[in-house]
T-cell receptor, first 111, second 112 residues
Framework: GENVEQHPSTLSVQEGDSAVIKCTYSDSASNYFPWYKQELGKRPQLIIDIRSNVGEKKDQRIAVTLNKTAKHFSLHITETQPEDSAVYFCAAMGGNNRLAFGKGNQVVVIP | NAGVTQTPKFQVLKTGQSMTLQCAQDMNHNSMYWYRQDPGMGLRLIYYSASEGTTDKGEVPNGYNVSRLNKREFSLRLESAAPSQTSVYFC???????????FGQGTRLTVV
């Protein structure tokens, strides 16, 4: 099955700086790559996603890039704010709708 | 719309006891999932159901069984609970292929 890896595990950034989280996946048949944000004690919620026919997608301060050849995708958060502090999960979905997640990254925004 | 509803929110079991976690969605989604979340381990897929009438094993299926009762409901059963199954369990559902998965509020299970 699909194997999704995330690096680094914890990321500390100064408020206003950018944060980048990278993920790799193993199944070349995967076609959908969502990113979820999970605040402490809450359920994961989608923040942005990208499909395999698109190389980059942006939504205000967040963006995702996808390199299908290299099988990696990244989340970019610009102008970080304290409310961006959370755990971020990347995921990959293949043709059978199996949705596999990475281990998550703790992002800490330092005021 | 309630989205994805899980019950119960909290549960304490003794080793060897059985229980069923219930999950229902009202979004007419085809796919449903059960994950467990442990510190440092992310969201690990236990079982999933791509459509009504089908179920498939995920990454960590041992010790669990599932039932896709109908399109709305997907239950997870622990036949003989073990301390290693102490975790937070999330149910999720998604619609057509390559679309957002929505999560329930989670069940915090402790096995003593």
């Amino acid at each position: 099955g699909e194997n999704v890896e995330q690096h680094p595990s914890t990321l500390s950034v100064q408020e206003g700086d950018s944060a980048v989280i990278k993920c790799t996946y193993s199944d070349s048949a995967s076609n959908y790559f969502p990113w979820y944000k999970q605040e402490l004690g809450k359920r994961p919620q989608l923040i942005i996603d990208i499909r395999s026919n698109v190389g980059e997608k942006k939504d205000q301060r967040i963006a995702v890039t996808l390199n299908k050849t290299a099988k990696h995708f990244s989340l970019h958060i610009t102008e970080t704010q304290p409310e961006d502090s959370a755990v971020y999960f990347c995921a990959a979905m293949g043709g059978n709708n199996r949705l596999a997640f990475g281990k998550g990254n703790q992002v800490v925004v330092i005021p | 719309n309630a989205g994805v509803t899980q019950t119960p929110k909290f549960q304490v079991l003794k080793t060897g006891q059985s229980m069923t976690l219930q999950c229902a969605q009202d979004m007419n989604h085809n796919s449903m999932y059960w994950y467990r979340q442990d510190p440092g381990m992310g969201l690990r897929l236990i079982y999933y159901s791509a459509s009504e009438g089908t179920t498939d094993k995920g990454e960590v299926p041992n010790g669990y069984n599932v039932s896709r009762l109908n399109k709305r409901e997907f239950s997870l059963r622990l036949e003989s609970a073990a301390p290693s199954q102490t975790s937070v369990y999330f149910c999720a559902s998604s619609g057509q292929s390559y679309t957002e998965a929505f999560f329930g509020q989670g069940t915090r299970l402790t096995v003593v």
